[in-house]
């Protein structure tokens, strides 16, 4: 029989690969949470698409049911009317967005996979929130220059949320802060990044995440230092960063 070290160690070992979404000491405690708070509140079509994707091979480029709670209310609590989101994947946290919004709210999603957000449009379809959305495929930098071109897309848009490719975070701030209103929110996915922000320089790491950690901890200093915002970092999800425009 394993001893009860054992069981603490397998169990450890268990949460750094199925806990990926969360950065709490255990699965148990992780799924307290979902069971309690996030699952008994989750709308049914936020649960459809969240089985749906569960299918999908790349289902850990999801936004864990947690942080979509937390997306949901953070939005009603801004008041959010005119949102962007870079970074869809098979749309969950999209849908969290458009749920909260009110029903003349807008908002401009960028993929560069149409087919996984295509995936996920019928559940969003059913839920009657299609209508908020413009998706546009392909990178978003093009698009974000392109708004940027016009002055009256300064200071639009009331909320941004980026779940997209790390080496480009960066750019993405200096674009965003530009098109963000102040008072407005910029929230920036995976700044904790599995935990691998603190992991020592010879810790065993999977290839994706060492190769873009170096990135995220860029952006995380950018973000600490940059005098137009204040911060908070959360460790909800994989880490999220909240940014809210001050000047």
């Known amino acids: 029989m394993a001893s009860n070290a054992e069981d603490q160690q397998n169990q450890q070992g268990r949460h750094q690969e199925v806990g990926h979404k969360s950065l709490l000491q255990s699965d148990a405690l992780y799924q307290y949470i979902l069971e309690t708070s996030v699952y008994p509140r989750e709308p049914e079509s936020m649960k459809e698409l969240r089985e749906l994707t569960a299918k999908h091979p790349w289902n850990i480029m999801t936004t864990s049911a947690d942080e979509g709670q937390f997306l949901n209310m953070l939005l009603k609590l801004v008041n959010a009317k005119n949102t962007m989101e870079i970074g869809v994947y098979t749309g969950y946290s999209l849908l969290a967005t458009a749920l909260a919004l009110p029903d003349d709210g807008k908002i401009l999603a960028m993929d560069i996979n149409r087919e996984n957000y295509e995936l996920g449009l019928p559940v969003i379809q059913k839920a009657g929130v299609a209508h908020k959305i413009d998706f546009r495929e392909g990178p978003a930098l093009p698009v974000l220059d392109l708004l940027i071109q016009d002055e009256k897309n300064h200071g639009s848009f009331d909320f941004i949320f980026v779940d997209a490719d790390k080496d480009n975070y960066l750019n993405y701030h200096k674009r965003l802060i530009e098109l963000v209103k102040v008072g407005g929110v910029i929230g920036y996915d ?19 995440v060492r190769y873009y950690r170096d990135f995220v901890l860029e952006l995380n200093k950018a973000l600490a230092a940059d005098p137009r915002i204040e911060i908070c970092m959360l460790p909800v999800g994989d880490g999220v960063t909240i940014c809210r425009r001050i000047k």
């Not at 990044?193 to 290839?207: E, F, I, M, Q, T």
């Open 190 to 208: 995976n700044t904790l990044w599995n935990g691998s922000v603190v992991a020592p320089p010879d810790a065993p790491l999977r290839k994706y």
